[in-house]
Structures are given as C-alpha cells and as structure tokens.
C-alpha cells in the first residue's frame, strides 16, 4: 500500500479551516485560529507540520488539500 506525506505550513495558514471541513479527523481547529493537523510531527528543517498516511486516508486529505485557498497543505507520495 503507498505511503504518502501531508505537510502544513502554519505561518502560511489563514484559518479558513476548509480542511477541518474535508477530513476532521485529521485536522483541528487550533485555539490561535490556524489549523492544527492531528498527530503530526514538526520538522525544524523545514519549518513545516508532517504526517505520513496510507492510501486509505488519502482522498479526505487531497480534499483538504485543494480546499486550501493559500495552498499551505501539500501531499506527496513517498513510497508504493
């Protein structure tokens, strides 16, 4: 099964919260008005939120992907 990568950039983020809509389990409203995505871990280097998810979970998140109006989510494959 494929694995794939979702990264968030917070200081992108305006907090329309479009992906809280698409896929609530993984996204959260966070109490400074910006999204929070759920389990993920902080990545120093690049200054973004990752979490790696199955093929499963993939079609809610490309949903809250595509309804980010600042493009501050990104999902990459990362392996078959």
């Known amino acids: 099964m ?3 990568k979702i990264e968030l950039d917070r200081d992108v983020c ?3 919260f479009a992906c809280v809509a698409a896929a609530e389990d993984f996204w ?3 109490d400074d ?3 929070i995505l759920n389990n993920s871990v902080y990545n120093e280097e690049t200054e973004k939120w990752e979490l790696i998810i ?3 979970d993939l079609a809610l ?3 809250a ?3 980010c109006p600042v493009d501050a989510i990104k999902i990459t494959k990362i392996s078959d």
């Open 65 to 67: 992907e595509y309804g």
């Open 2 to 4: 494929s694995k794939y």
């Open 54 to 56: 199955d093929e499963d």
């Open 61 to 63: 998140n490309i949903d």
């Open 28 to 30: 959260t409203e966070g």
């Open 33 to 35: 008005g910006m999204v």
């Open 14 to 16: 305006i907090g329309t």
